[in-house]
């Protein structure tokens, strides 16, 4: 009994010291047309290398600055991307869950006649490697 409990153990601790599997994660996020609020949007697992950003599209053609916040606290430099372009930061060695983070470039009324700036869609593709 006691063999076999040190065995899974053993198991459970060789996999925790796997790297994360690379991948991607596409998604929406709102975005707030204030140009100074930061949303949040996904989360990714990663255990060093690149991060990219790429805006897919945004609702009324907007720039976009995007980070990345870990787990841990650290951010990484926000990036400017527009449509089709891509945010890429190499070398990350921070090992942990990185949460996609976003403001527009400048200050637009995307609520029409209705008071408060509003949000845009943004569609992006973050991923790992």
Avoid at 86 to 111: E, F, H, K, L, M
Wanted: aromatic share 10%.
């Amino acid at each position: 009994m006691r063999k076999q409990a040190f065995a899974a153990l053993s198991a459970l601790s060789m996999l925790s010291a796997l790297p994360a599997i690379a991948g991607q994660t596409t998604a929406n996020m709102a975005v707030a047309c204030d140009g100074v609020t930061i949303k949040s949007g996904a989360s990714r697992s990663h255990n060093g290398g690149t991060l990219t950003i790429k805006q897919n599209s945004a609702e009324l053609g907007s720039s976009t600055y995007v980070s990345a916040r870990s787990g841990n606290g650290y951010d990484l430099s926000f990036k400017l991307v527009h449509d089709g372009t891509t945010a890429t930061w190499t070398g990350v060695i921070a090992n942990s869950s990185y949460t996609v983070r976003a403001y527009r470039d400048g200050s637009y009324q995307c609520n029409g006649i209705l008071p408060g700036y509003g949000n845009y869609t943004l569609n992006y593709t973050f991923t790992t490697t």
